[in-house]
């Protein structure tokens, strides 16, 4: 089931230009809708599929259409994303070529209830090769009333090929007020300085905020806090932060370490000199702003430097977090 919002919030204008172009009967039948990741790219895309469904439907029907396009069962339209390994008991690494190959019995069927269908790959930056290739062929054969829409979180990711096969579109992340109504819409949140440090850490996506709140942010946050407040490579409270962040599935650690990285580059900033009050102003400022002195920039660097040579390696050749984890904080007291 997919759970979303039926409504969208923000990018009016990109809404309306999509709902206008599809009446004027203009729209390409393959769209990539790009943008940083967890601002809401899929719900875009649903939230305009609904649109459409709505302007051709029998009005009697509409409500039965809705309720089919969010469980994930409406028969014209495809939601293609990375498949679950039963045998690893993992999400694969990438949309396979026989998913993609599957996809050819929906694309030339019939058209159910005279409405379009529509097919979602989320996210087209989890095709590989040959799954890119073969639906490059699929694309260069264009059906009417049967679009594709490519969700990418980075465009460049995809092949050139691909990219040139497709009109593309460029999600805006939510200014701050959107943020706080898509947030207190999902989690209602009534401290404001929380919803402003999510909003900064997170670089105006909900997607990542929420996955903070789900995943008790708070307490990492703190736990990384003290962390950096004893200065030392190996303490009780690394050894509770490894232990709580080994078993979290790829996603989640990666959500950790975004966290690792804002509070160490706003210790940089704290330490040149410049003021982030108006910006940041929230009792987690606060507790990075308490810590900042007790650290020479050459050292965050150090930790920096140490994630970004890494990160891909851990997930690429799946090694071992615990030992990861444990050797971020090595330069620390350095």
Do not use: W
Request: some cysteine; proline content about 2%; charged content about 20%.
């Amino acid at each position: 089931m997919l759970k979303m919002s039926h409504q969208f919030i923000g990018n009016e204008q990109l809404i309306e230009k999509l709902d206008t172009s599809y009446k004027k009967k203009t729209l390409s039948n393959s769209l990539i809708f790009s943008g940083p990741k967890g601002i809401g790219k899929k719900t875009l895309a649903f939230f305009f599929i609904k649109n459409i469904f709505y302007f051709l439907s029998n009005k009697n029907l509409i409500n039965h259409h809705i309720n089919l396009i969010y469980n994930n069962t409406h028969p014209n339209i495809k939601y293609l994303r990375k498949d679950f390994d039963k045998k690893t008991n993992k999400i694969k690494t990438s949309i396979s070529i026989e998913q993609i190959r599957n996809l050819e019995n929906f694309f030339y069927q019939s058209s159910l209830y005279n409405l379009p269908k529509f097919i979602l790959i989320d996210s087209a930056d989890d095709l590989n090769k040959n799954s890119a290739n073969a639906l490059l062929k699929i694309l260069e054969e264009p059906k009417d009333n049967t679009f594709f829409i490519l969700i990418t979180h980075q465009l460049s990711n995809l092949l050139p090929t691909l990219r040139s096969r497709c009109v593309k579109f460029y999600i805006k992340k939510p200014n701050f007020n959107q943020f706080n109504q898509i947030l207190n819409f999902k989690d209602k949140i009534n401290n404001q300085d929380d919803v402003l440090f999510l909003y900064n850490l997170c670089n105006g996506s909900p997607g990542a905020a929420l996955k903070f709140i789900s995943e008790n942010f708070n307490q990492l946050f703190l736990l990384i806090i003290k962390i950096l407040d004893i200065n030392k490579p190996i303490s009780k409270e690394v050894i509770q932060l490894t232990n709580l962040v080994i078993n979290y599935s790829n996603d989640q650690y990666k959500t950790f370490l975004l966290l690792i990285r804002f509070i160490l580059m706003t210790i940089i900033k704290i330490n040149i000199g410049i003021n982030l009050k108006k910006e940041y102003y929230s009792k987690f400022y606060e507790s990075i702003e308490n810590i900042a002195t007790k650290h020479e920039n050459s050292n965050i660097l150090k930790i920096l430097e140490f994630l970004n040579n890494n990160e891909n390696d851990l997930f690429l050749y799946n090694l071992d977090k615990k030992v990861f984890s444990l050797n971020i904080f090595t330069s620390l007291n350095n």
